[in-house]
């Protein structure tokens, strides 16, 4: 079995792309008959839990023989980290992803996951709330009170230090709309047309 796109995506830090890349793979083989004990269980299911595709992610891990999952900590921990996700356990996220000592050809991605995964629930606190409690940003962020605050802060939300509240900043979405000449030229015609 050649995971040299495998290895070649985790080197390149490509983990959008290590989800179809497996999957792709993973079927190759299999409607080869061919062996998957050497498969990268753990990078498989973590590459769908990096995209929030929790269904994926259950599904492969009731394809995964039992005998893997009882020979491979590291898979049993990254699905530690997918039981999490499925409960919305948040701070559970973060102590079962900083709990265990990740191999070398894993480790980045998880620290990769867990960067990706603080800034996902940030936009969902931005999204969601106009203040938050101090305690409560560190609880869906899995840092400290003072980490959580610099935070937020950094990312122009302010601090109402006696109260231990952040007030929430909205981002402003960004528009490109380019006023392109032709276009509205064919659009007054249109209307013109129509009124007469």
Known sequence: MDLSTVNAALAAKSYPDLAPICDDLFLQVASQGAATDGWPYA???LAHLYLNDLNSARF?????????????????????IGQCLWNRDYAGVYTSAQ??????EIADFVAAFIESYRKRIFEL?????STISVADVSHFMGMSEEDATNYAVQNGWSLD??????????????????????????LTECVFHLEH
Do not use: C
């Open 43 to 45: 990078v498989h299911l």
């Open 60 to 80: 492969l891990w009731k394809t995964v023989p039992q005998e893997v999952k009882d020979a491979h900590p590291e898979l049993a921990a990254v699905w530690k």
């Open 99 to 104: 709990g265990f000592e990740w191999g070398p």
């Open 125 to 129: 606190l931005t999204s969601a709330y």
């Open 161 to 186: 230090a006696a109260a231990k509240m952040l007030t929430v900043t909205k981002q402003k979405p960004q528009t490109n709309q380019k006023l392109d000449a032709s276009k509205l030229q064919r």
